[in-house]
């Protein structure tokens, strides 16, 4: 299985950023999607995750309403839209799949597969 995260770079304040994670060896429709993020001295985090097969999507609470989760399953890949991004947004980004239907974002130490992430920073 394999997981390979895209996408990151540099953007400016209030500026948008659309991540990709592209699976391959991965039970795609039976794998819940999770995107962490983890920034310099701080613990990884949850930002988003589609839970499947019921598609339930979860955010946390710092980037519901600016960012955006989706699947697409004829690419088996997944997209995380970032808009209106904010210097605290700034991390490496993380893909990674939990054969397991989520009902919130899960702790990394539930992780199947992880991608090797994409750095994201944001200018002031």
């Known amino acids: 299985v394999q997981l390979v995260e895209s996408g990151g770079g540099l953007a400016q304040t209030g500026g948008s950023l659309k991540l990709s994670c592209v699976t391959s060896?991965?039970?795609?429709?039976?794998?819940?999607i999770v995107w962490f993020r983890q920034a310099p001295g701080k613990e990884r985090e949850g930002v988003s995750c589609?839970?499947?097969?019921?598609?339930?999507?979860y955010y946390t609470d710092s980037v519901r309403g600016r960012f955006f989760i989706s699947k697409d399953y004829g690419e088996e890949t997944s997209y995380l839209q970032m808009n209106r991004l904010k210097p605290e947004d700034a991390a490496v980004y993380y893909c990674?799949?939990?054969?397991?239907?989520?009902?919130?974002?899960?702790?990394?130490?539930?992780?199947?597969?992880w991608g090797k992430g994409t750095l994201v920073t944001v200018s002031s």
């Open positions: 990674a799949a939990i054969y397991k239907t989520l009902s919130g974002l899960p702790h990394p130490s539930e992780v199947h597969f």
């Open positions: 060896g991965l039970a795609f429709r039976d794998a819940s």
């Open positions: 589609v839970s499947a097969p019921d598609l339930n999507q």
